[in-house]
């Protein structure tokens, strides 16, 4: 799955209602655990780099103070624009 892909996924979810959005999210979970679960060996480590493209080209500093100031204005920077 490419990074386009998962934009538009994210697109198409975020135009979802609340209630829509916390169901796929508990989908989600759950399929995620049970698959976490299952595998033998796994462990915090392999979720290193997930989500590295939300912040690419930005210092690490720059995206938390942008998260925190995202919060008080009720949007997010995971809201991936483009």
Known sequence: MTSLDVKRIYKEISMLTIGEKMAV?????SEVSSAVVAREGTDI??????????????????YVDSER??????????????
Do not use: F, N, P, T
């Open 25 to 29: 999210l508990s989908k989600l979970l």
């Open 45 to 62: 480590y392999c979720l290193k780099g997930l989500g590295k493209e939300i912040c690419s080209g930005m210092e690490a500093q720059e």
């Open 69 to 82: 100031d995202s919060w008080a204005e009720g949007r997010s920077l995971l809201s991936i624009e483009g």
